[in-house]
């Protein structure tokens, strides 16, 4: 799920840097490459020659870079971003795996308030190169049971919502994943400025090969309850989404034809 969004924009023509300080470099370029050629991570080494012609159709560039967690400065990214730059390979977008594990120029006794100073210092540069940036975060324990993961559920600092333009999270329960259950992912636009809120419901998700069939939900604030947790006041829906989300689950083909209603 990190890199399908970033190897969107390389499959469009975009220039990439992705910044990884969780995993090794080696690691994040393996799955991009069974991104670009649907092989299934577990066999990608065996297919060497096919992931060469694959990356040489490739429209956009793609550069990943692997610093140590905790000890690496938005100034180190934003001087490797210069470094591109007056190389003649401009990126157009910028991933950082994750802005949390950057380390904070200012020493404070709350960890939160210096991951505070870590977003608000990436914004910044993001601001003044003109360039977006994109990153993951976690959730915190109170979130690890809920159906649709909401901003105050967001791992260290609650500020980090405040900071970033654009949100959205990833609800897929762990009980789901070792049973092998797929039909439900929701994905939520947590915060986007003037947009409403949509929920996406990704069905049979392919994670290993990064592929991903999305249903939009489009939703609004209101007083209904969440056909997902009754018991939660969440979403007013249309009565075409309400049809979908109570649709029987192991049923795909009844999902697909009601989709289709929309």
């Known amino acids: 799920r990190r890199v399908l969004f970033r190897s ?31 092989i299934d991570f577990q066999q990608i080494h065996l297919h060497r020659p096919q992931i060469e012609a694959a990356i040489e159709k490739l429209p956009g560039k793609l550069t990943v870079k692997e610093y140590p ?10 001087g490797h971003i210069q470094k591109c730059i ?10 950082i795996d994750y802005v949390d594990l950057l380390k904070s120029k200012s020493r404070s006794a709350e960890r939160r308030d210096e991951i505070d100073d870590v977003y608000t210092a990436t914004k910044g540069m ?28 967001a791992a260290g600092s609650y500020g980090k919502i405040m900071i970033a333009d654009f949100i959205m999270s990833w609800s897929r329960k762990r009980k789901d994943k070792l049973s092998g259950r797929q039909d439900l992912n929701l994905i939520e636009m947590v915060k986007a400025a003037n947009k409403s809120n949509v929920a996406l419901n990704p069905r049979k998700p392919k994670l290993s090969i990064a592929r991903i069939k999305v249903l939009l939900i489009p939703c609004k604030w209101g007083e209904g309850r969440s056909p997902i947790n009754p018991s939660k006041r969440r979403y007013e829906f249309d009565e075409v989404t309400k049809r979908v989300l109570s649709a029987n689950r192991a049923n795909n083909k009844e999902l697909s034809r009601i989709a289709r209603t929309i």
């Open 126 to 153: 993001a601001r003044q190169t003109k360039l977006p940036v994109w990153t993951v975060s976690q959730v915190n324990r109170a979130g690890a049971n809920d159906d649709v993961i909401e901003g105050d559920k």
């Open 86 to 95: 007056a190389l003649g390979k401009a990126p157009d977008l910028i991933i």
């Open 69 to 78: 967690m905790g000890k690496t400065t938005i100034s180190t990214i934003e």
């Open 8 to 38: 969107m924009a390389v499959q469009r023509g975009y220039t990439v840097c992705h910044y990884t300080l969780e995993l090794s470099q080696e690691y994040v370029g393996k799955r991009y490459d069974s991104i670009f050629t649907g």
